[in-house]
């Protein structure tokens, strides 16, 4: 039961994080030209690399 809430804990933090990469997109290509651009494109990678890692947390958990 336990791995059970483990992976629904996961797969909702997995899509927060698809959501925010999502609106991170939008506001980078609004900013297109502005200062912001730098540390809106640092962001998104900081977000990437954290879904990336919990996608890998999830896929051996089902193994």
Do not use: F, V, Y
Request: hydrophobic letters at 35%.
């Amino acid at each position: 039961m336990a791995e059970n809430g483990n992976h629904e804990a996961l797969d909702d933090l997995i899509a927060l994080l698809r959501r925010q990469i999502s609106d991170l997109t939008e506001q980078a290509a609004a900013a297109s030209g502005s200062g912001s651009e730098e540390r809106l494109s640092d962001l998104l990678n900081e977000k990437q690399d954290r879904l990336n890692e919990l996608l890998k947390e999830r896929s051996a958990g089902e193994r």
